[in-house]
């Protein structure tokens, strides 16, 4: 009996080291992506996942860390490599997580890279997830900012298609989905509510704008976008992106 005792005192303190490791390495990668060190970070939530396979944090940041880091690789099908390894990822968070509007995000955003680099049904099987997930995790939680972002990009890129695509999305949706530029103001709006900071989101919206023939809006949103601090190091691109547009339309 005492040594029963004992043992199950000893894993009641394995497991409380256990879990105060894992809250020390999310810290840790939190701190390196607030740094602007998106590889480290990555590599801690990497760390998290050879411990505890099964968590719903570590998974979708690391689909969303590896997606977004591919992206600015050069080489398409370097690129195309990483989107796969998030896709594994977001559906691992997905299936430790599904009603976790996190997880579903993280796959609705890998759909997003993949929908930027094939055309034809594939693309249009990969806009169908995309939009899926998106209003997944918005059923979670409405106010999440990334997937009123994709919600908005969805619109945005379904009015923008090209005749062959358009096909291809007629026939997996069964009809024109109804989608326009009207939505993706309305969704990125509603993302730049949720989390100000979101740079990604103020350049769409502004191109959005644009093609709505309000360049008034346009300059209003871009002005604000230019002056707001880098969060990811994709951001400092973006905002040059913001400079070079504003500065096109004054």
Known sequence: MKYAILSVMALAFACIIYAQDVDALIKEAEKH???????????????????????????????????????????????????????????????????????????????????????????????????????????????HARALYISGKWNFEIVQMNVADKAAVKVLFGGMPKASLDDAIISFEKARAADPFLMIDYLDLANAYIKFHRTDKAIEVLNKMIKLPPRTEDDMGLKAEGKALLASLQ
């Not at 939530?45 to 689909?63: G, H, M, R, T």
């Not at 599904?98 to 930027?116: E, G, I, S």
């Open 33 to 143: 992506e607030r740094d602007l060190k998106e590889t480290d970070a990555l590599n801690k939530y990497k760390d998290i996942l050879a411990v505890q396979p099964e968590n719903v944090k570590a998974l979708w940041k690391s689909a969303e860390l590896t997606g977004r880091i591919g992206n600015r690789l050069k080489d398409e099908k370097l690129r195309s490599a990483q989107f796969e390894i998030a896709k594994t990822y977001a559906l691992a968070a997905l299936k430790a997580g599904h009603q976790d509007a996190d997880a579903n995000y993280a796959v609705a955003v890998t759909a997003m890279r993949f929908a930027t680099v094939t055309g034809g049904k594939e693309r249009a099987r990969y806009l169908r997830d995309m939009k899926n997930y998106a209003d997944s995790a918005l059923l979670i939680n409405p106010n």
